[in-house]
């Protein structure tokens, strides 16, 4: 394949704060399965994507070691001629059915959504 993905961590520990914390990696890996399988469902259904991002929050329960993340929300941001019933229907697809990331994730954390259309 030939990707890179910078990893690093906070000076605390050695790191250098140039990339991706492995934590962090794993949340954009959600954020990027889940898209994946929204914007493909989408354009099956012909719909028209002028732009889309995804934001997330989580939390993490820091009462326990690890401090395993018990909360996800998934903010999609959608723009173009797309349908609300099934930009939701889609999202739901992909966490509930498709996205391989929050099956594993929805084990520790409850994974929630909302979007903004247009």
């Excluded at 790191?15 to 954009?28: D, F, K, V, Y």
């Excluded at 469902?41 to 934001?55: A, F, G, P, R, T």
């Excluded at 992909?94 to 594993?104: F, G, N, P």
């Amino acid at each position: 394949m030939g990707s890179t993905l910078r990893m690093d961590g906070n000076p605390e520990i050695g790191g250098h704060n140039q990339g991706l914390r492995p934590l962090e990696t794993m949340i954009a890996s959600l954020g990027g399965c889940s898209s994946m399988d929204v914007i493909m469902i989408l354009k099956k259904q012909k719909q028209e994507i002028e732009s889309y991002d995804v934001e997330i929050e989580y939390e993490r329960d820091h009462e326990q070691e690890p401090a395993l993340i018990t909360k996800i929300h998934i903010k999609y941001i959608v723009k173009g001629k797309v349908d609300e019933d099934k930009l939701d229907r889609a999202i739901k697809l992909s966490l509930d059915k498709y996205c391989t990331v929050s099956k594993m994730l929805e084990k520790t954390a409850a994974i929630t959504f909302s979007y903004q259309l247009n």
